[in-house]
């Protein structure tokens, strides 16, 4: 299977968050570290719409989920 080759601001945007990168280093500083007991998906700053589109994308190993996996781990870091 052929899956669409996308970058890790695309996943911002398909979230429906600015996606620059000063806002991609504001949020990730401002969100991480999340606690290792939180999935990705349940921690509390996500609406409903964008908590739903991280579950599904991993659950279907979608286009999107090797960036899914990247922005948990971004989330995780804590540097």
């Known amino acids: 299977m052929d899956k669409?080759?996308?970058?890790?601001?695309?996943l911002f945007a398909q979230l429906g968050l600015p996606h620059d990168p000063l806002s991609i280093y504001d949020f990730l500083t401002l969100h991480a570290p999340l606690a290792p007991e939180v999935r990705l998906a349940d921690a509390p700053f996500?609406?409903?719409?964008q908590a739903e589109m991280l579950r599904q994308q991993r659950c279907d190993?979608?286009?999107?989920?090797?960036?899914?996996?990247?922005?948990?781990?971004?989330?995780?870091?804590?540097g």
């Open 46 to 49: 996500w609406s409903p719409a």
């Open 4 to 10: 669409a080759h996308h970058r890790f601001h695309e």
């Open 61 to 78: 190993d979608a286009d999107w989920a090797e960036l899914v996996d990247q922005l948990d781990a971004s989330l995780r870091y804590n």
